[in-house]
């Protein structure tokens, strides 16, 4: 079982950046896969950036490579996600996602095996 908990949402400018925080609870934080992924209103949700348990892999989704940079702290059981950037249609509620590194599988892992999801911070981008 794992919690987690995102913050660092706000309001920012075009061309702004933030850095998003979810801080993980569980038995073995390290032990999970960590995801981050974005829904905007009337929109389906999107996979933005996923990172391994040990931090040695990462994936992004095409729109974010280059502007998004997802890293870990397993020390700190948090995950991170820098926006840099920032574009009008970034605006969504970001969510940060677990899932059991001991699935194994596909890289990244699909939707369905992320089980442990946070309750989403705003990120509003202005123009």
């Known amino acids: 079982q794992v919690q987690v908990v995102e913050s660092g949402g706000g309001l920012v400018q075009a061309g702004g950046s933030l850095r998003l925080s979810c801080a993980a609870s569980?038995?073995?934080?390290?032990?999970?896969?960590m995801g981050w992924f974005r829904q905007a209103p009337g929109k389906e949700r999107e996979f933005v950036a996923a990172?391994?348990?040990?931090?040695?892999?990462?994936y992004y989704a095409d729109s974010m490579k280059g502007r998004f940079t997802i890293s870990r702290d397993n020390a700190k059981n948090t995950v991170y996600l820098r926006l840099n950037s920032l574009k009008p249609e970034d605006t969504a509620v970001y969510y940060c996602a677990a899932r059991s590194g001991v699935l194994g599988g596909d890289w990244p892992p699909p939707l369905y095996d992320y089980r442990y999801w946070g309750q989403g911070t705003q990120v509003t981008v202005s123009s």
């Open positions: 569980g038995r073995t934080f390290s032990a999970y896969d």
């Open positions: 990172i391994s348990w040990s931090g040695g892999s990462t």
